[in-house]
């Protein structure tokens, strides 16, 4: 049978975007058969007619299609959207991680105690045994203040000193760390007839840091000076003393001098009048 209505319903069903269009034409031609039916019968509609059930299974699938077609239409998954730093529920742990950072102490460096304006060493005294020995005696003198004893010829055989002498600062180095086994004495040595502002400040700070850590300073000098009481010390040929203190930041030191007899023989000396003494010369400290 080739009635318009199948024509129709065959054309709705072919292709998936008129499926919505496939369900009105199956209410339509439910419609239109059963008007044919009864027009025909003149009775009360009874779907027996076969046309009629095919039409109407026909109908029921279509609706069944389009029914699906909406809902996966409807109900397709939506993307969810990032969420924003401006959310409440991504922003707080941000928030919590930027207060404890602000909440951590901050470590400071922690700085060294400044050294004291003054200070005087505990040491043992002892004049120089002989007119060659002033690099032992002054040297012994500063291993005394570390609790060493030895003897000036002891002192003497590790300096190398001979009837000429002693060398140089450098060997006063090398035995004061030695003998107290340690590293921390180093030489300076100066040339020139005076120091520069620089060497005096360097020598003024040398002088304040082994000091106030319990070193004293062997220099050895040549020529004359006047200490601040106003006495004169001469020594053309080269001589060796020990800095035992200091006062005044370091501008002023104490001088232990061992050409000159007695139990403790010492002067101070303005750090700049020390400087240009040593200044041909150098001094361990």
Request: aromatic share 6%.
């Amino acid at each position: 049978m080739n009635h318009p209505v199948y024509q129709r319903l065959r054309n709705a069903a072919s292709g998936r975007r008129n499926r919505l269009a496939l369900a009105a034409a199956v209410v339509a031609a439910a419609a239109s058969t059963t008007g044919v039916a009864l027009a025909s019968t003149g009775q009360s509609a009874t779907p027996t007619d076969t046309s009629t059930v095919a039409v109407a299974e026909l109908g029921r699938s279509a609706a069944k299609a389009a029914q699906a077609e909406a809902l996966e239409t409807t109900t397709a998954p939506e993307t969810a959207a990032p969420a924003s730093p401006s959310d409440p529920a991504t922003a707080e742990p941000t928030r919590a991680a930027s207060s404890a950072a602000k909440a951590a102490p901050t470590s400071t460096p922690s700085k060294r105690p400044a050294p004291p304006a003054s200070k005087v060493l505990d040491y043992q005294f002892q004049a120089q045994i002989n007119g060659w020995y002033c690099g032992p005696a002054a040297t012994r003198i500063a291993l005394t203040a570390r609790g060493e004893r030895p003897s000036q010829d002891e002192v003497a055989g590790d300096l190398g000193t001979t009837m000429s002498g002693t060398n140089s600062a450098q060997d006063t180095t090398r035995v004061l760390n030695k003998v107290i086994g340690t590293d921390f004495y180093r030489s300076t040595m100066l040339s020139g007839g005076a120091a520069s502002p620089a060497q005096m400040d360097q020598l003024q700070a040398d002088v304040v840091h082994a000091v106030s850590n319990g070193y004293a300073v062997v220099a050895n000098i040549a020529g004359s000076a006047t200490d601040v009481d106003g006495g004169w010390h001469s020594y053309p040929g080269g001589h060796y003393l020990t800095v035992v203190g200091y006062r005044d930041n370091g501008r002023t030191v104490k001088i232990a001098d061992p050409a000159i007899p007695g139990d403790d023989s010492t002067y101070w000396l303005t750090t700049i009048d020390l400087a240009n003494w040593a200044a041909t010369r150098g001094y361990s400290s």
